[in-house]
């Protein structure tokens, strides 16, 4: 049985306008998923029915502030300030270093949490709302 350690996981983003690049110095990603449900029952019936309706997701993506160029970081982390956004913004969110074990999903940036400590390493932490199918190749 295989177990996948956090270490190898990742993240890349495009705020739709060229093609995926990875997000540098990721520290952790969640993804936090949810389907909405409707009532079924039938008049007459004595216990409650459901089918399974819309999905939505929401989730973070932490990171090492690096100011790095070359790779999708500074995209991702000002992406929050792109007014009427269209939610074109592609993410893969990876659980294995060989990148075949993943989430694929377009979102909407909604927030950036930047965090600079005295001694300590600057960090930022950037939340989404999915929109959309999310994919698994899990």
């Not at 956090?6 to 990721?26: H, I, K």
């Not at 039938?42 to 070359?70: E, K, P, Q």
């Not at 939610?87 to 377009?106: C, E, H």
């Amino acid at each position: 049985m295989a177990f996948f350690r956090g270490e190898e996981g990742s993240v890349s983003f495009d705020n739709g306008t060229g093609s995926v690049g990875a997000v540098a110095s990721t520290t952790a990603w969640t993804l936090d998923t949810t389907k909405d449900t409707l009532e079924t029952t039938s008049h007459g019936a004595t216990s409650r029915s459901f089918v399974g309706s819309l999905i939505s997701g929401s989730g973070t993506v932490d990171l090492l502030y690096t100011a790095t160029t070359g790779d999708d970081t500074a995209e991702v982390i000002t992406d929050v300030l792109t007014t009427e956004d269209a939610g074109d913004a592609s993410f893969n969110l990876f659980l294995d270093t060989s990148g075949t074990k993943k989430l694929s999903f377009n979102a909407i940036i909604t927030g950036t949490s930047f965090s600079s400590t005295v001694g300590d390493i600057s960090t930022v932490s950037v939340s989404f709302v999915t929109t959309g199918a999310i994919t698994s190749a899990i």
